[in-house]
């Protein structure tokens, strides 16, 4: 079982001076002791120093203490790649985009030119960008440009040939190569057509898959989180992270969900679940049932507003999928299951459902929808009826509510991003960011959740403004939802007796903050398990 860093070696630590963001509400005038990795007392400042009258102080000038925040769903390696690679995001148009990449090249100049983060949404004509485009700028190099929800990829000539993909390719089953009118491969592949090139891109060596998850979390750890669910965790990413649990390497905690790998899967989950929480454990199954809605890879139970000849992708097989779910249930872990359309949406719930008649929750711990995007009125109460969390990222609908509306057209635009009805439903909010996906600067998330505005104001009083959230709300979703979401409910999240002390203070009054200065809030101190590290890294 890998351990934690050791606790630090006074015995009581006693921390006041800020409010206490508790269960019960923002506190002030209370205090709390740690001891040995864990929260000993919570209580007024004057009981506490009575009580412990040799406990080193830790004033703080004010501000707010939380419980340590909970990344509910990031890709850490993919986080951690990040610097290796040219960043396209946020690029206004093709050119910018087209630029940047030539800038990138040049100063790169050797293997595959690999990139991520454009989004044809936000250019003009809001069409994708084709092979042809990059051929100018790479040549012979072979370029692998993942869009920023990474459902589709953008990629040279170079590389098309390498992956033998021509006029006669098929789409692969779950993915679309996508054609020009005489039938030729333009450079973007969907969601499963995405792995005819990525397969070729050589892989990382170990050392360099340790550097990577531990400069993504690295990188979460300086954003205020203790602790992340890593959504897709293959074999060697597994096994470099049990090497950095052995060897006290790891600075955040850990939930692995593995990738929908079979033999993997099958393989992980005869171990049995860690009953013991620990700075590392394999926590469940991500699967794939669709792609994302910007590329139009997210199945709906209708054609696309603005492309009526498709309804999107199934990914995975669904009935491939519910077999699957099956089995992680019965073995007491938990799948975590991407829908983003309606109708894969209403997929998960049903597979959910039939599993659960079949196997019903060995391990306790609530199955797991993520993304959760477009829901029917009637599926969004079926969350809470059948206990499902919906593990959201709130800065997807401020980053996509320009375009959302042409996908979904008038009569349906209402299912998008449903977290107001969600909540009244019963249902348990776990949140996040599909970091790198987007940014997972948590403050930002949370300003999202209850303006539904993005940084500029837009849309003017919010994208359906009836779906937003409190802020309370919002904070809950990012500590006790998360925890609750891993079955940690009464040790992560909380600020509480005999819950571990992982802590975050910001120089700010949380609870009476505008929004717009919630987004510019930074972490100001942290706590791992008792112990206050750095957030520079």
């Known amino acids: 079982m890998p351990m934690p860093p050791a606790a630090p070696p006074v015995s009581y630590r006693l921390i006041q001076g800020a409010d206490l963001w508790t269960a019960q509400g923002l506190q002030h005038g209370q205090a709390l002791v740690i001891r040995k990795g864990r929260i000993l007392a919570v209580g007024p400042v004057d009981t506490l120093v009575k009580a412990h009258p040799k406990a080193q102080r830790i004033d703080l000038p004010g501000g707010t203490l939380l419980p340590g925040l909970i990344e509910g769903h990031a890709h850490v390696g993919g986080l951690g790649a990040l610097s290796r690679k040219v960043d396209l995001t946020g690029q206004a148009d093709l050119r910018g985009t087209l630029e940047r990449i030539r800038v990138w090249a040049a100063a790169h100049p050797q293997g595959w030119l690999l990139g991520r983060g454009w989004d044809q949404n936000r250019w003009s004509g809001k069409t994708f960008p084709k092979a042809v485009d990059l051929d100018a700028l790479t040549g012979t190099r072979p370029a692998f440009l993942q869009r920023v929800d990474g459902h589709a990829a953008w990629v040279n000539s170079a590389a098309l040939a390498m992956a033998g993909i021509g006029p006669k390719t098929p789409d692969p089953e779950g993915g679309r190569i996508l054609k020009d009118a005489a039938g030729r491969p333009t450079g973007i592949l969907l969601d499963a057509a995405v792995q005819l090139v990525e397969k070729l891109i050589p892989e990382p060596s170990s050392a360099e898959l340790e550097a990577r998850l531990k400069a993504g979390l690295l990188s979460l750890r300086a954003d205020g989180f203790t602790a992340v669910a890593d959504m897709g965790v293959g074999a060697r990413e597994l096994a470099a992270y049990r090497h950095m649990a052995a060897t006290g390497a790891l600075p955040i905690r850990v939930f692995a969900y593995l ?128 206990g499902v969390v919906a593990s959201i990222q709130p800065v997807h609908c401020t980053s996509d509510h320009g375009w959302t509306p042409a996908r979904l057209g008038p009569e349906r635009v209402g299912d998008a991003f449903p977290w107001r009805s969600l909540v009244n439903g019963g249902a348990l909010l776990a949140f996040g960011s599909d970091a790198p996906v987007e940014a997972a600067n948590p403050f930002i998330a949370l300003a999202a959740a209850e303006t539904r505005q993005d940084p500029n104001g837009n849309p003017p009083g919010g994208f359906l403004p009836a779906q937003r959230l409190t802020r309370a709300e919002a904070v809950r979703a990012y500590t006790a939802g998360n925890a609750a979401a891993v079955g940690r409910a009464k040790e992560l999240g909380v600020l509480q007796k005999d819950a571990v002390a992982d802590l975050l203070w910001v120089q700010a009054p949380l609870g009476s903050l505008s929004p717009e200065a919630l987004r510019k809030v930074k972490p100001g101190r942290l706590w791992v398990n008792g112990v206050e590290v750095p957030l520079a890294h």
């Open 259 to 386: 990738n929908h790998d079979h033999a993997l899967m099958l393989r992980e989950l005869k171990q049995g679940r860690a009953k013991n929480l620990s700075f590392f454990q394999v926590q469940g199954v991500k699967f794939y049932l669709d792609g994302a809605l910007g590329s139009r890879g997210a199945r709906l139970l209708a054609p696309y507003a603005d492309e009526p000849t498709t309804r999107g992708l199934w990914v995975t097989d669904p009935a491939k999928v519910a077999l699957d779910v099956s089995i992680t249930m019965r073995a007491g872990f938990q799948p975590a299951i991407h829908a983003i359309g309606d109708a894969a949406n209403r997929a998960a719930l049903d597979l959910i459902a039939a599993a659960e008649r079949k196997a019903g929750r060995p391990g306790n711990l609530p199955p797991r929808i993520e993304h959760a995007q477009i829901v029917t009125s009637e599926d969004v109460a079926r969350f809470g009826k059948l």
